[in-house]
């Protein structure tokens, strides 16, 4: 086999793993990539259930003081839809591991506003004593449950949060470990490719030279002559 065939066949080998390599290290980047685009993500959502927690309290607070207590006229949402977390709980598609409690808030947080239209009904019609009940026996039980579900979603959203900044660290470390692996594979093949099918032929070649330039050297062209 010619030099220049085995020195193709040694270079077309090495290209071959660089380019597995390159492909193997863009994978390990595009997964560190895309848990850190998460990674920022999330703290906007757990802040997100904290605010309609609050804002679910300030609903039934208007409702029980201002409603039932004052006689305030009560101007919050009664469509469960059109609060604030309505609103976002239509438009939003939970991830896997927020889907259990995301799918049991919605009862809870439909009894909240439906309670809210029977009291405002009964204050209307001057009934206090039915209104305070349903405030009791409606309204906060479920208003109690909807918090606990956005807390539920806050805490697994942190562990998520927690989980990918393992991961983030684990794809880090093992990317240093690929290219430490890889770069050590590539200069020993590199030095098996150069001996091989660079130093070893030419050696050869050299050698049969060398052999050559002697036999001339003594008057022996016979060597010529078989070549």
């Known amino acids: 086999m010619k030099i220049s065939t085995k020195l193709t066949i040694g270079i077309s080998a090495l290209s071959a793993i660089l380019i597995l390599v390159a492909a193997l290290l863009f994978w390990v980047s595009f997964r560190v990539s895309e848990l850190i685009l998460e990674v920022e993500k999330l703290p906007e959502l ?124 684990s794809s880090i470390n093992n990317l240093k470990n690929i290219v430490i692996i890889v770069f050590s594979v590539l200069i020993l093949l590199t030095i098996f490719v150069a001996y091989f099918f660079v130093i070893k032929p030419l050696k050869s070649s050299f050698s049969q030279l060398i052999a050559v330039a002697d036999a001339v050297s003594r008057g022996d062209f016979s060597i010529i002559k078989d070549k």
């Open 46 to 169: 757990q802040a997100k259930f904290g605010t309609l927690t609050i804002q679910h309290y300030a609903w039934a607070e208007a409702l029980g003081v201002g409603t039932i207590l004052m006689k305030k006229p009560f101007t919050k949402a009664l469509d469960h839809t059109k609060c604030d977390l309505g609103k976002w709980y239509y438009s939003y598609s939970p991830p896997d591991f927020l889907k259990e409690p995301f799918e049991k808030l919605e009862e809870p947080h439909k009894l909240i506003h439906a309670s809210g239209a029977k009291i405002v009904e009964a204050i209307n019609r001057g009934d206090v004593e039915t209104a305070i009940k349903i405030y009791q026996e409606e309204t906060t039980p479920n208003l109690e449950k909807v918090r606990n579900y956005l807390t539920d979603m806050h805490l697994k959203t942190k562990e998520k949060v927690d989980q990918n900044l393992i991961s983030i660290n």
